[in-house]
Every structure is written in C-alpha cells, then in structure tokens.
C-alpha cells in the first residue's frame, strides 16, 4: 500500500454516506473494504497494519492477533455499535489502541423496536401475516390467532441501562407493572414505578422478559436451563441485545415443552446462522438484527465513530471512550 500524508482510516463494512463525508472533509484518506460480502478476520488481518483508525461493526472480531498488528500505528478502534464484545478490550488497553462505541443514538430506535417484537409476539402478527401472504386466509374467526394480553401485564425488564429504561418508558403506555434487575440500582427506571428485584424473582413474576444487559463473561447465558426453570409458564422472552445472552438450545425446548409461550428475537447467538429449529416454529417472530435500523439512528451513528476517528487522530480525547 503506498504511503499517505493523510491518516488512514479503514471501514470494515459500508455505512451511511454522512460518516464518510465527516472523514473526507476532513483530510482522511477512507478506504473500506471493498468486496460484497462481510469481511473475514482474515481479511481485517490483512489491513490492520496499513491504518490509522478503524471503523468497525459487531460483526467483526477485532482480537489481539489484530490489534497486535495493527499497534503502534493504528490509534483507534471506532465500534458502530454500543456493544463491544466483539473487541478485545484488555488487548486494546495494553497496546494502547482507543475503543469507542455509539451510545446514547440508538437507544430510542432499539427500544420502539423490543416494544415492536414484543407485541408481534404477544398477538402472533408474524403467523397471521404468514396466513394472509399465502392465500390461506377463510375470513374472521372468533378463535383465530389468539393472542397474550400486553396492556396491564407485568414486563420483566433484565438490564436497566439506557435501552431497557427507554423500554420501560414504552412500557407504561401499556399500563404494565415493571420488574427490573441489575448489578446496581437505577434511579431513572425506578422512577417509572419499576421495582428491583433478583433474575430469578423476575423470571417467576414476569409474563415479558425483555433482555438489555451488555454481554459479558458473566452474563454470557444468563438465561440458561436453570433460569428457564424459573420462568412463569407461558411466558413471552424477548431478545433486541445480543445472542449468547441466551442459551439457544435451552431456548427452544422451553418454547417446545410451553415454558415459553413465543419468543421475539433480533439477536442468536451465531449470527448470521438461525438454528433450523427456530426457523421452523410459528409462535418466534424472528428478525435479522435490525434494532437501530433507521435511517436518522444509523447515519448519527456513523457520525459519532467518525467524530471519534477525528478526534484521536486530532490528538484529542476520544469522544466516547469505552474503558
């Protein structure tokens, strides 16, 4: 690759145009990665020595072979993303690489969508949509696609940050009880008359459970066999944050045996891979990670990372530093 006076900044995967722009204007030498298909850890291996900064997205794993190579040069790993547990945070510290992430942009759009998946769930819009598309529909019945009540129920909310509390939000225009579990107390949410309790407690109170923790070691199947053990019979799990919050295996037999009612999913645990199980049952609504997916969430995302490329490779501060 030849040398450049400009700092180079590479984009793993295509994002809105607005974020581009900001770099260009800026004097930065893009390059992104050009192929149709999502890049390979192999494919990043291959760049991470020629940049300055990188803009990445949850799907790319940025582990400490990367980072290993892309230090001393590269200054800064740009997630397009709140999570970044597909980033070696311990790694990235030690090599003295900057991580940012995207807070705050998509928390509206991520929790009108939870909301979304939860009444598709509850009233089985997927299946009755399914009926009408294939021509199979006979006229009204009075025990066609009966749904779970939402207004009035209880909403187990795990993860009380600024996505589960936007959910909560949601939640009281419903007129439904809030249950809320956390390493630690949140005012915000408790001022919307939510009440902390322990995982379990939720599980057994809660006829939604909606999962909003970051993953972590320690949260990685937080919902597991024993947790499904104690869900309240009938259940409706929701799942807008990440795949391997959940235990898919367990998952599906309590969707099997009647744990679990439905299930209104936007994450799995090996994504883009949705395990032919879940394909095949008519009470999982099932989407293909969309929970930001509009237009104003995603271009103010890729302005925050590349106010976060400008501004480290500015010799200032990150923006929004994850620690």
């Known amino acids: 690759m030849p040398p450049s006076s400009h700092p180079s900044v590479y984009i793993t995967r295509m994002i809105p145009e607005s974020g581009v722009a900001s770099l260009a204007r800026a004097g930065m030498a893009v390059r992104m990665f050009p192929l149709a298909r999502n890049p390979e850890p192999a494919d990043l291996l291959a760049e991470a020595s020629h940049h300055d900064g990188f803009i990445t997205q949850v799907g790319d794993r940025i582990d ?5 190579r892309a230090a001393p040069r590269c200054k800064i790993v740009a997630n397009c993303a709140v999570g970044t547990d597909n980033i070696d945070l311990k790694a990235a510290a030690e090599l003295g690489v900057v991580v940012t992430n995207t807070p705050d942009v998509l928390t509206e759009a991520t929790a009108d969508l939870t909301l979304a998946l939860l009444l598709a769930a509850a009233r089985r819009l997927g299946e009755a949509e399914r009926v009408v598309r294939a021509g199979a529909w006979r006229g009204w019945g009075m025990l066609d696609f009966l749904g779970a ?63 909003h923790a970051p993953l972590t070691p320690e949260t990685r199947h937080m919902i597991d066999a024993k947790a499904f053990s104690h869900f309240k019979a009938g259940a409706i799990l929701i799942n807008a944050s990440r795949g391997s919050l959940v235990d898919q295996v367990e998952m599906i037999e309590a969707l099997r045996n009647g744990r ?10 090996k994504e883009p891979a949705v395990p032919s199980e879940l394909l095949a049952m008519e009470n999982v609504v099932l989407l293909p990670h969309i929970g930001s997916a509009t237009v104003s969430a995603r271009d103010r995302m890729a302005e925050m990372a590349a106010a976060n490329i400008l501004a480290v490779l500015g010799g200032k501060g990150p923006v929004n530093p994850v620690s």
Do not use: W
């Open 260 to 269: 679990l009612a439905a299930a209104g999913l936007d994450v799995y645990e």
């Open 64 to 68: 400490r072979p990367f980072l290993k």
């Open 149 to 211: 009540d939402v207004h009035g129920r209880t909403l187990g909310i795990v993860g009380a940050g600024r996505i589960g509390t936007a959910v909560a939000r949601r939640a009281r225009g419903f007129d439904m009880a809030l249950l809320y579990c956390g390493r630690n107390r949140h005012a915000k949410i408790e001022q919307l008359g939510a009440r902390r309790v322990l995982l379990y407690e939720l599980l057994e109170n809660s006829d939604f459970v909606s999962l």
